[in-house]
């Protein structure tokens, strides 16, 4: 049974920080690329960050500077330090585990609130 669950979550004020935590388990968690996407109120659910089995990263423009993203294979868990948060940076993050092979394999944990507010 495959399971994505974070953690790190919260109310935060603007200029401050958070660091999400997301910790897998049923699936070989260092062959899957990982990421972070976040669903703000009224919006779609969009990128926020990947991270390859090989450590490469990606980033939403949105973010770029502000946000790292990494991983820690024999953990199992993908992080998120958000720096620098923006009121408009509120939104439900959902961490994602994919990978594409002969068949795609593709899990989505339920996900975090952030809220970036005074």
């Known amino acids: 049974q495959v399971q994505l669950v974070e953690s790190g979550g919260g109310l935060v004020q603007p200029g401050g920080s958070l660091k999400l935590s997301c910790a897998a388990s049923g699936i070989n968690f260092g062959i899957y690329t990982m990421g972070w996407y976040r669903q703000a109120p009224g919006k779609q659910r969009g990128l926020v960050a990947t991270?390859?089995?090989?450590?490469?990263?990606n980033y939403a423009d949105s973010v770029k500077g502000r946000f790292t993203i990494s991983r820690d294979n024999a953990k199992k868990t993908v992080y998120l330090q958000m720096d620098s948060l923006k009121p408009e940076d509120t939104a439900v993050y959902s961490c994602?585990?994919?990978?594409?092979?002969?068949?795609?394999?593709?899990?989505w944990g339920q996900g975090t609130q952030v809220t970036v507010s005074s």
């Open positions: 994602n585990a994919r990978y594409t092979g002969i068949k795609e394999f593709d899990y």
């Open positions: 991270i390859t089995s090989g450590g490469s990263t």
